[in-house]
């Protein structure tokens, strides 16, 4: 689905991601993990076209990211709080990402239905702007709306911070949910190692912008990378 | 003499602290600027004059020395306000705790008819509705509703039809100068969000561009008291909005793509600064605005007559409507070309 060649950012000198080849299978849940500038969300970028890059490309199902638009319509994300539009309602929010993927309002709440468990009753029919919103339900409307609209790829950075665990442990189900029945490639980055190796049938961790050990997740796979963020520590 | 004297200053102090009253407080400013204007007004047209009471005031106060109290007290009465004012803002936590206000939904689903700029345009009339800055700046651009009794009053100025339609064109313009030339800024905290999502940029730009288009007609309409100056005058002011509709906003939308200075839509410009999202860049676009309605009026009025001048001043406006659509890929292109540098301006802020 997700198939990226000799990509490389740097910025004037310093190169912060260097990825020479990565394959991502559709259908798959992808964890990328790695300390703070390995080149998580720069990834993330490139992918959604925010940024340009050095070299190389990505492919997304075909298409050429930085050089059509053709892959918006089947790709969804949410990065950071300025996916959110802050002087809309959650509700008002969730029905203009519906209009801008083409479903209509009773596409829209007939979706929102399956989250009420998730929102826990803090985001809808509260009156309150976005932006009032606590960060960790600003989260989960940012999230909620990524999934409007039958999206292919889902692209969240981060999606456990800030959440609460009873919200960590739901959002999970929902992640597994999309990639094993509806056949949704997931992408998620997270500092959390025992959240991505719950939820990610790969994991690829990335450190100063390279790849430096890409596992199918087993029994074994949190230790494997307790061990190597803990030998990280102590270099 | 001394109480003369000691009254001169206590009254420029005063002054001194209802300026710091107007720079922290945008009611002040608007309850000052809208007297100013109310005054000068009376005065020009002598309906009445208030600078003879003023005048007779201060010789009063010359006269009767022990008067010099009340100026003492305005003074007095003027700090302890002030000092008051610091004060509540000078606690952290007030500045920092916010103001949560309950939200009135407004249904807007009648908009659906615009087809698919719809949702933007939908999503604009919130922005400029509950946002602090945006409203501001509605308010300024109904100000510009009266621009034309500066110069349609002034006898110099029928000598300068160049000068007359520029005015005009401001009349119609408001809502285009001020908000457009801010386009795409006003969008900048969620700009991220509308470059990964599935929108075309020409449906985004279009939006914009009916949302002028509504301005322009609205204060076209508003302006039709100015049929008491002449028809000459109106028949500008109407040739002006053609302009502003047909031409004006393209280059303001063009300008748009040049201007990355992000925007805090929910903090108000104060009534001295308002230099945000303003820059060296923006002047150089602004300026065919100011000179093309001039020069388009002027040539023609000079070689031919008045009424040629402003069928080619509506004419431009007429072109660009026609053209519309090939503009709008133009326009396009440079967004497109400037995407990756704005989204970096943009974030640099948030």
Same mark, same amino acid.
């Given at each position: 689905?997700?198939?990226?060649?000799?990509?490389?950012?740097?910025?004037?000198?310093?190169?912060?991601?260097?990825?020479?080849?990565?394959?991502?299978?559709? #259908?798959?849940?992808?964890?990328?993990?790695?300390?703070?500038? *390995? #080149?998580?969300?720069?990834?993330?970028?490139?992918?959604?076209?925010?940024?340009?890059?050095?070299?190389?490309?990505?492919?997304?199902?075909?298409?050429?990211?930085?050089?059509?638009?053709?892959?918006?319509?089947?790709?969804?994300?949410?990065?950071?709080?300025?996916?959110?539009?802050?002087?809309?309602?959650?509700?008002?929010?969730?029905?203009?990402?519906?209009?801008?993927? #083409?479903?209509?309002?009773?596409? /829209?709440?007939?979706?929102?239905?399956?989250?009420?468990?998730?929102?826990?009753?803090?985001?809808?029919?509260?009156?309150?702007?976005?932006?009032?919103?606590?960060?960790?339900?600003?989260?989960?409307?940012?999230?909620?709306?990524?999934?409007?609209?039958?999206?292919?790829?889902?692209?969240?950075?981060?999606?456990?911070?800030?959440?609460?665990?009873?919200?960590?442990?739901?959002?999970?189900?929902?992640?597994?949910?999309?990639?094993?029945?509806? #056949?949704?490639? /997931?992408?998620?980055?997270?500092?959390?190692?025992?959240? /991505?190796?719950?939820?990610?049938?790969?994991?690829?961790?990335?450190?100063?912008?390279? /790849?430096?050990?890409?596992?199918?997740?087993?029994? *074994?796979?949190?230790?494997?990378?307790?061990?190597?963020?803990?030998?990280? *520590?102590?270099? | 003499?001394?109480?003369?004297?000691?009254?001169?200053?206590?009254?420029?102090?005063?002054?001194? +602290?209802?300026?710091?009253?107007?720079?922290?407080?945008? =009611?002040?400013?608007?309850?000052?600027?809208?007297?100013?204007?109310? +005054?000068?007004?009376?005065?020009?047209?002598?309906?009445?004059?208030?600078? @003879?009471?003023?005048?007779?005031?201060?010789?009063?106060?010359?006269?009767?020395?022990?008067?010099?109290?009340?100026?003492?007290?305005?003074?007095?009465?003027?700090?302890?306000?002030?000092?008051?004012?610091?004060?509540?803002?000078?606690?952290?936590?007030?500045?920092?705790?916010?103001?949560?206000?309950?939200?009135?939904?407004?249904?807007?689903?009648?908009?659906?008819?615009?087809? !698919?700029?719809?949702?933007?345009? &939908?999503?604009?009339?919130?922005?400029?509705?509950?946002?602090?800055?945006?409203?501001?700046?509605?308010?300024? !651009?109904?100000?510009?509703?009266?621009?034309?009794?500066?110069?349609?009053?002034?006898?110099?100025?029928?000598?300068?039809?160049?000068?007359?339609?520029?005015?005009?064109?401001?009349? =119609?313009?408001?809502?285009?100068?001020?908000?457009?030339?801010?386009?795409?800024?006003?969008?900048?905290?969620?700009?991220?969000?509308?470059?990964?999502?599935? $929108?075309?940029?020409?449906?985004?730009?279009?939006?914009?561009?009916?949302?002028?288009?509504?301005?322009?007609?609205?204060?076209?309409?508003? !302006?039709?008291?100015?049929?008491? +100056?002449?028809?000459?005058?109106?028949?500008?002011?109407?040739?002006?909005?053609?302009?502003?509709?047909?031409?004006? !906003?393209?280059? =303001?939308?063009?300008?748009?793509?040049?201007?990355?200075?992000?925007? @805090?839509?929910?903090? &108000?410009?104060?009534?001295?600064?308002?230099?945000?999202?303003?820059?060296?860049?923006?002047?150089?676009?602004?300026?065919?605005?100011?000179?093309?309605?001039?020069?388009? +009026?002027?040539?023609?009025?000079?070689? $031919?007559?008045?009424?040629?001048?402003?069928?080619?001043?509506?004419?431009?406006?007429?072109?660009?409507?026609?053209?519309?659509?090939?503009?709008?890929?133009?326009?396009?292109?440079?967004?497109? &070309?400037?995407?990756?540098?704005?989204?970096?301006?943009?974030?640099?802020?948030?």
């Amino acid at each position: 689905m997700i198939t990226t060649s000799n990509l490389s950012k740097k910025y004037n000198d310093t190169t912060v991601l260097n990825i020479e080849n990565l394959e991502i299978p559709k #259908g798959q849940s992808f964890g990328l993990v790695g300390n703070n500038g *390995a #080149g998580k969300t720069t990834y993330f970028s490139l992918l959604l076209d925010l940024i340009q890059p050095t070299t190389g490309h990505i492919e997304n199902n075909g298409v050429l990211v930085h050089e059509s638009e053709d892959w918006k319509p089947f790709t969804s994300s949410f990065i950071d709080e300025s996916f959110l539009i802050g002087y809309l309602t959650a509700e008002e929010y969730f029905y203009f990402i519906g209009e801008l993927r #083409g479903q209509n309002k009773s596409d /829209v709440d007939g979706l929102l239905s399956q989250f009420a468990d998730f929102f826990h009753d803090e985001i809808l029919n509260k009156k309150k702007y976005l932006r009032d919103l606590s960060k960790g339900n600003q989260k989960k409307a940012g999230i909620v709306a990524a999934l409007i609209g039958n999206p292919e790829v889902i692209i969240l950075d981060e999606p456990f911070a800030n959440l609460d665990p009873t919200t960590q442990i739901r959002l999970k189900q929902i992640i597994k949910d999309l990639a094993e029945t509806k #056949g949704v490639t /997931v992408l998620i980055s997270s500092h959390d190692l025992l959240h /991505v190796t719950d939820v990610c049938e790969r994991i690829v961790v990335l450190e100063k912008g390279e /790849v430096v050990k890409d596992l199918a997740t087993s029994t *074994a796979t949190l230790k494997e990378l307790e061990a190597h963020f803990s030998g990280m *520590a102590e270099v | 003499m001394i109480c003369w004297f000691l009254s001169v200053i206590a009254i420029t102090f005063s002054i001194n +602290f209802i300026n710091f009253l107007v720079n922290k407080n945008n =009611t002040v400013f608007y309850a000052v600027l809208v007297l100013l204007f109310v +005054f000068i007004g009376m005065e020009i047209y002598d309906i009445y004059k208030i600078s @003879e009471p003023i005048g007779a005031a201060f010789y009063y106060l010359y006269n009767h020395p022990y008067l010099v109290l009340l100026p003492l007290l305005l003074l007095a009465t003027l700090y302890s306000i002030l000092f008051k004012y610091i004060k509540n803002g000078f606690y952290l936590d007030d500045a920092v705790s916010k103001k949560i206000k309950e939200v009135n939904a407004t249904d807007l689903s009648w908009m659906n008819r615009f087809g !698919s700029v719809a949702p933007f345009i &939908k999503n604009d009339v919130k922005l400029i509705w509950r946002n602090a800055r945006p409203k501001q700046v509605m308010f300024m !651009s109904f100000i510009f509703l009266f621009y034309g009794l500066m110069f349609y009053t002034q006898d110099v100025y029928k000598q300068m039809p160049a000068l007359l339609a520029f005015a005009s064109m401001f009349i =119609t313009g408001g809502f285009l100068m001020t908000f457009g030339q801010l386009v795409p800024s006003w969008d900048s905290e969620y700009y991220k969000m509308l470059m990964s999502q599935n $929108i075309p940029y020409k449906t985004y730009l279009e939006s914009k561009w009916y949302l002028m288009v509504f301005a322009v007609g609205l204060s076209f309409i508003l !302006s039709t008291p100015y049929i008491y +100056f002449g028809w000459d005058i109106f028949g500008m002011i109407a040739a002006g909005a053609l302009f502003n509709i047909g031409l004006n !906003s393209f280059l =303001t939308l063009f300008g748009g793509a040049l201007n990355r200075v992000p925007i @805090e839509l929910n903090v &108000k410009a104060k009534a001295f600064s308002n230099t945000n999202g303003f820059n060296p860049t923006q002047l150089l676009i602004g300026l065919p605005k100011f000179l093309l309605p001039m020069g388009l +009026f002027y040539i023609p009025y000079k070689l $031919i007559n008045f009424n040629a001048g402003l069928i080619v001043l509506a004419l431009s406006g007429v072109l660009g409507i026609v053209f519309r659509n090939y503009i709008f890929k133009k326009i396009e292109e440079v967004y497109q &070309k400037g995407k990756y540098k704005t989204i970096a301006a943009y974030s640099e802020k948030n």
